[in-house]
DNA sequence: CGGGGCTCCTGTGCGC
DNA sequence: TGCGCACAGGAGCCCC
């Protein structure tokens, strides 16, 4: 079922994540940096929270993109005017260029000549322009990066925590970046069991998740991303490190390890996939 | 503090 | 063949 499910996908589906990206943000840095928007065209206005769409336009025309930032799974432009433009891709969000603007929720024209679509089919994507995107709420509550804390620090910030592991290490509040298709495979990296409680892990197990997640995120860095659901590069092509997953998206498929099935259950409603012989 | 459930939304894959 | 429906999920929010 699930195979045949597969064969039939003919998009890429996945939820954009650290990798994701970051692998974005590198690649629309080489080619939008300095360029000035020209014109928005807003096909969906569901999508920009703040401000209101014709605010949003006037914010947006004639001035230059002067920088790219990531914080976590949220990208930054920082603007000529000082104010910062904001994306956050949630589930389906792309950012193509040179787009054509023909499934775009918003298209940034710039002074290229070219597009820079903002795609989104679920429409839970989120652009805003803010004075100070050090002061947004979501950045304020933001935790740190994995590759911003020593084994140490991440030891500290499970210490007293109750929560299964694979949510927390999931909560943006805690660690930063980290979503629900990594948080799988690094877990199954480190054989632990997405269920246990946080503070019951040993120090080793704890020592042994830190570095399977930054092992974790930076192959998939270097591959550019895991296309499983919607998420491309900017170019439009697939992230490649979806072939490396050993558990996401594989329930009733042999566990590479053991050749036990992978099993799947939800977790605070999201599925969670691992070996239930490999993972304790 | 922790957990569960709902909301936003639409393509998809299923059952009938 | 086609209709209708459940499901997926990042993050915020509400309630127990």
């Known amino acids: 079922m699930n195979q045949k499910r597969k064969l039939n996908k003919l998009n890429y589906y996945n939820m954009p994540e650290l990798p994701e990206v970051e692998t974005i943000k590198r690649e629309l840095e080489k080619v939008i940096i300095g360029k000035r928007v020209t014109d928005v065209i807003i096909n969906n206005a569901k999508v920009i929270r703040e401000p209101k769409k014709e605010k949003f336009v006037a914010d947006l025309k004639n001035v230059v993109i002067k920088k790219m930032i990531r914080r976590g799974k949220l990208l930054i432009f920082e603007l000529s005017s000082g104010k910062s433009l904001t994306i956050h891709l949630k589930m389906t969000g792309q950012l193509i260029y040179p787009g054509d603007g023909r499934l775009s929720r918003v298209s940034f024209e710039l002074s290229d000549g070219k597009l820079l679509d903002f795609n989104d089919n679920r429409l839970f994507g989120e652009l805003r322009i803010v004075d100070d ?111 490396y997953h050993k558990v996401y998206d594989r329930e009733g498929e042999s566990c590479f390890r053991c050749k036990e099935k992978i099993k799947r259950i939800s977790l605070g409603g999201r599925g969670t996939y691992f070996c239930p012989s490999c993972q304790k």
């Open 133 to 243: 995107w050090q002061k947004l709420k979501f950045i304020k509550e933001l935790g740190p990066e994995p590759f911003d804390i020593d084994a140490e620090k991440f030891k500290e910030m499970l210490a007293n925590k109750k929560t299964k592991i694979k949510v927390l290490i999931m909560d943006q509040k805690i660690i930063s970046g980290i979503g629900n298709l990594y948080a799988n495979e690094a877990l199954f990296r480190a054989r632990i069991y997405p269920e246990r409680l946080a503070n019951h892990l040993s120090d080793k197990e704890k020592e042994l998740l830190f570095k399977e997640i930054k092992n974790t995120l930076s192959e998939a860095i270097q591959y550019k991303g895991s296309s499983v659901d919607q998420y491309v590069q900017v170019s439009g092509k697939p992230g490649e490190y979806a072939r």
